[in-house]
């Protein structure tokens, strides 16, 4: 984060402390959303059964957000990189009298 804040730690730790709020809230709002089980049947093969499909596919999850979040790190590490160029307007300036 220093790199992409060119060594402004103050910003660079605030935002990573909103990636870090963001990140635990989306997982666990997730999380609370498919917590919900209907089982029909009350024997211990469907509860297992059911368990691992929901701690399976919340870990699927917990992967595909951390790589999405290294993504964007990375991303904002290599714009921070380039030199920046001032905006050029798309047509030269006319000089109406």
Not at 47 to 70: D, H
Not at 85 to 92: K, M
């Amino acid at each position: 984060m220093l790199d992409i804040f060119k060594g402004r730690e103050e910003i660079a730790q605030a935002t990573n402390k909103l990636f870090e709020t963001g990140f635990y809230l989306l997982n666990i709002g997730f999380a609370l959303m498919i917590l919900k089980i209907n089982l029909y049947t009350n024997d211990y093969q469907n509860l297992v059964e059911a368990l691992s499909y929901k701690i399976g596919s919340f870990s699927i999850y917990l992967g595909l957000m951390l790589f999405i979040n290294l993504y964007f790190f990375f991303r904002g590490k290599r714009k921070s990189s380039q030199p920046h160029q001032p905006q050029q307007p798309p047509f030269p300036p006319r000089i109406v009298a």
